[in-house]
């Protein structure tokens, strides 16, 4: 499975692993495809750094990437303290009484919300960077907007490929503009932040719209016929989230979390405000079905609303209150069914991919191999 | 393009065509695909025999179908007028508002409302069928639910296939009990009534769950890329109607909508109950705006959305009010930028279809034709 990027980046197959775990990234990289290490949930540069010491350590010389959130425009001045006193005190107050009422505890003295995500605020986002640029990263993401351009510039310094998520062909345009070699093409269908474009119709879009950039699909795929469809469809590659959640790599901390992930079907996520205040797709709960009833106070835009549940999300996971406990996760969840090694979940990506091309060759009328 | 059903239909093509326009229907099988006819605009029957009369004449022999809107469950001796007596004062008169304020004049006198979707009414989907039933029709759609049993028995009798239109695996089961023969997976991105699963997990989902009948895929298909990815994803054939909406042969009596769906890109539709009570893909329009208005009265359940509005869509679509004007079409519409002949639709469908099997064989290393 070679695409000219595959070749690029020297990786066996087109299939790039976006996780929060640095296990699951190492072992997508060692099974050929490409792993990319989420950082927005570091906060401190140490535990950063520990981590990419640790891939560096298990991937077998493979290449690997990292993937930021930050945000193209700065606002300057702004404290985390600024932005949290633009709460307004009703919507604090919803959030004390819907805990109450499921009688969500506490978190333990002097531990802090471990889900707070401030890896969104650029100085930290920046950190992360002057970090992740003192390893060999093949790759840098953005999963909101473009990269700044000295960013992006520095990147390109050190031979380093910059890809961005779009919803739209619009966004991969100006994605574009600002200089960058990947776009991410993600569909509806995807876990967390995503347009209203499915994939079926936004792979195609946004291929011919910045060609000749290479476009990965993603939003949707968990299988290896949907990994044919998207490569028919024009991608250069393939970039799945979700479905390493339930790997036996992945740490969700949670046996809570992870059964609901194996037990939920593609009907099961919501794309709901809840989480940041942009719409992201994750698993329905009662907790997002508060705050998308019309009879609630709604949820503030980003990035309040996730100042605002923090220590909320970060109560409920600790103490796995089932209704409330949710995560990003696309549509594709139907198919997480057990949990497996990320080479066995790698192997039937890749066979299922050439049991899908023998099915089309053989309706094109082709010879085959 | 040989899949099993195409060649138990004995087409050329696994391309299947719904239209409401016998000129688009005889054209996409004489393309060597199959058309399929959409019955649900005929109130009398005699008008639905002309229109098959002129499809046999004009489609040199092909095989073509029909589609209806046939619910499996009936409510006995309700009449049309016992349902309108069910419509809310408050909803009537936000119509008559919404249309003053556009200024939308009254269809000229004795002029009937063209656009009441009767076939929904069980007994003219009967009367529909007796005639088609004199026919040679090969395929019988139903579009909302599985058909009756006794139509299911009757089709079969006279050697006609059951297809049935699904949003989600469940429903397909369903549909494979009730004894059809083809499953339409019918992905959110699609025109008209879907659920939420866009097509690139349906459709896998659903052809795994009722193997080993075949699966249609519809839903963001326009294209040669996208019949390769559905082909891809394991479906036995391609459903598409939005693609038709502008060809030379369609004939929508308005060169304002026309001209509004080649404007169109793919994120210029929205899912709304503003037309039937169900939620239905079509173009947003300030119509769909004011229906999907929290301020409003918000919209009826199914039937009775569809009688409230039936004359008011007539009269906005009768006089062209370019802000109201809209109809049922997938995001795929963002795709349709010129009026062209189907047979030129159906050249760049299968040319396309072609050169993404090329792409996908190189990709995967096999040595191609």
């Not at 476009?215 to 028919?232: D, K």
């Not at 309706?363 to 191999?369: D, E, F, K, T």
């Amino acid at each position: 499975m070679q695409t000219e990027l595959s070749k690029k980046l020297g990786i066996e197959y087109a299939v790039f692993g976006f996780t929060p775990f640095p296990a699951v990234a190492a072992a997508i990289s060692r099974a050929g495809g490409f792993g990319v290490l989420g950082a927005v949930r570091y906060t401190a540069p140490d535990d950063l750094k520990r981590d990419l010491d640790w891939i560096e350590a298990h991937v077998e010389g493979r290449p690997y990437g990292l993937d930021v959130v930050m945000p193209a425009t700065k606002v300057e001045g702004v404290t985390e303290a600024d932005v949290e006193a633009m709460i307004p005190p009703g919507h604090r107050e919803f959030v004390r009484q819907t805990l109450a009422k499921y009688g969500v505890p506490e978190l333990p003295e002097g531990e802090a919300a471990g889900w707070r995500i401030t890896g969104w605020m650029e100085q930290v986002a920046r950190t992360q960077l002057d970090v992740a640029f003192d390893y060999p990263i093949r790759l840098l993401a953005n999963a909101l907007g473009s990269p700044p351009a000295d960013v992006v510039a520095r990147a390109h310094e050190q031979n380093v490929l910059v890809a961005a998520l779009a919803g739209s062909a619009r966004h991969a345009v100006k994605h574009q503009a600002a200089g960058i070699d990947i776009v991410v093409a993600q569909g509806y269908e995807a876990g967390g932040h995503t347009g209203e474009i499915a994939s079926m119709v936004l792979t195609p879009e946004v291929v011919d719209a910045v060609d000749p950039l290479p476009v990965l699909a993603a939003g949707g795929i968990g299988s290896g016929r949907q990994v044919a469809a998207a490569l028919a469809l024009g991608a250069q590659g393939v970039w799945l989230g979700s479905l390493w959640l339930t790997t036996t790599e992945a740490d969700l901390h949670s046996p809570a979390l992870t059964r609901k992930l194996l037990a939920a079907g593609s009907g099961d996520t919501v794309r709901s405000r809840a989480l940041t205040g942009k719409p992201a797709r994750q698993l329905r709960t009662e907790w997002t079905d508060a705050w998308d009833d019309p009879a609630g106070p709604g949820t503030l835009p980003m990035p309040l609303q996730g100042l605002l549940v923090a220590d909320a999300v970060s109560r409920i996971q600790k103490h796995e209150v089932d209704p409330l406990l949710g995560t990003p996760v696309g549509q594709i969840v139907g198919r997480m069914t057990g949990e497996r090694a990320v080479q066995d979940v790698f192997d039937d990506l890749t066979r299922g991919f050439e049991q899908a091309v023998d099915r089309v060759v053989r309706i094109a009328g082709r010879s085959g191999r």
